[in-house]
């Protein structure tokens, strides 16, 4: 309903969504794929390792890189430019960001707050 919305507010973007954690808790990316059935880019949070598999499962499917680790980067755009499927990603380089609540016991020892 989400990725309808935004569609409705806005036509001329592609809807994307960060997907995380998959593997880490059990779960199987073909999990996801109800999912990413709505999107027009399916986001990769941390998981450049898995966009081939993937591609090869579903290759329809747009990826792009919605999170990564600023070491992983040079990785991350190789695989951006070697594969046409991958059209992205963003890397976090923040060292202060505060937008997740898991991240408040560390903000507090590195005395951001």
Known sequence: MLAEKVRALDATRP????INGV???GGKWED????????DIGGYNYQWGA???????RPERVMFG???FPLEAFDNWMSVLENSYVVGDYVWTSMDYLGESGNWPAALRWGSC
């Open 15 to 18: 809807v994307t969504s960060a």
């Open 23 to 25: 593997g880490r808790w």
């Open 32 to 39: 996801t794929d109800v999912v990413f059935a709505v999107l």
């Open 51 to 57: 966009y081939a598999n993937d591609h090869k499962r």
């Open 66 to 68: 919605t999170e990564s």
